[in-house]
């Protein structure tokens, strides 16, 4: 098992930048493929970036078009956290945030992603 806690939301003005942290316990986590997605209520969960483990603490980071550019994730293996550093945003950014943690799976797909933490909101005012 795998347990992830996200923390760092809250509530910024438009252009302002936050950081996320997903801090994970429980299991050896080094070699698990990570994901942060975001949901508004009543709609499904978006992924915003895969980060793939494929070897010894080396990652592929895999972007969706909608945050490529402003949102930069990063993981320190030391720690057994990933980051999610959000630039530039904007009220339609508003969401709760999710990581996600699979031994295998790194695709888009939410249903798929085995372990999730309890997400944190962050809410951007124009």
């Known amino acids: 098992q795998v347990q992830l806690a996200e923390s760092g939301g809250g509530l910024v003005q438009a252009g302002e930048s936050v950081r996320l942290s997903c801090a994970a316990s429980?299991?050896?986590?080094?070699?698990?493929?990570v994901a942060w997605f975001r949901q508004v209520p009543g709609r499904e969960r978006e992924p915003l970036v895969r980060?793939?483990?494929?070897?010894?603490?080396?990652?592929?980071?895999d972007y969706a078009d909608s945050v490529k550019g402003r949102f930069t994730a990063s993981r320190d293996h030391r720690v057994d956290t990933v980051y999610l550093q959000m630039d530039g945003l904007q009220p339609e950014d508003t969401a709760v945030y999710f990581c996600?943690?699979?031994?295998?799976?790194?695709?888009?797909?939410?249903?798929?992603?085995?372990?999730w933490g309890q997400g944190t909101q962050v809410t951007v005012s124009s």
């Open positions: 429980g299991r050896a986590f080094g070699n698990y493929h």
């Open positions: 980060i793939r483990w494929i070897g010894t603490a080396t990652y592929v980071k």
């Open positions: 996600a943690a699979d031994e295998s799976y790194y695709g888009t797909r939410a249903s798929d992603w085995t372990y």
